[in-house]
């Protein structure tokens, strides 16, 4: 993604071309990568955590915690998967297209409903592993951070 949008800032200062289609092709495809990406960080447990509390609480109140985190979180993932299909129907309903590439709107929609879905799932799967106990893989800290 990021040579594409570079080679189209190079050829648009060097001539008057300019890849058309690049700009409508990145924003959609960011879209899928951020909302893919969430989901690998919720199964990974980075995703809003904010372990400095969490892993100073008695186990009662992370237990208790857990379950409240994972409520909100499929509240929100399932309103953001019903809204997404709402929004879906409605592109593919108008017909409408992207401008330089024409192709339908709702192929790039389609990310907010199927990820928020896979997102649902995610929450749940998390909330299960850190409610039974059981190892989860960590998300990378970064090195020069000491979380002791």
Known sequence: MAILAFANVIVRY???????????LLVNLFVWIT???????TRKGSLLGVTYLF???????????TVVIVLC???????LTMHGIDMVKSEYR????????????????????VCALILVLRT?????????GLSIPQAKTCPE????
């Open 35 to 41: 909302m893919l990406g969430a989901s690998i960080a």
């Open 73 to 79: 979180g499929i509240t929100l993932f399932g309103l």
């Open 94 to 113: 108008s017909g409408m297209t992207t401008y330089s590439m024409a192709l339908p709107m709702w192929i790039f929609g389609m990310a907010v409903p």
């Open 14 to 24: 060097l001539t008057t071309f300019s890849f058309s289609f690049s700009e409508e």
């Open 55 to 65: 892993d100073r609480m008695p186990s009662w109140f992370k237990k208790f915690s």
């Open 145 to 148: 951070v000491d979380h002791k």
């Open 124 to 132: 749940i799967q998390r909330g299960v592993q850190e409610w039974k």
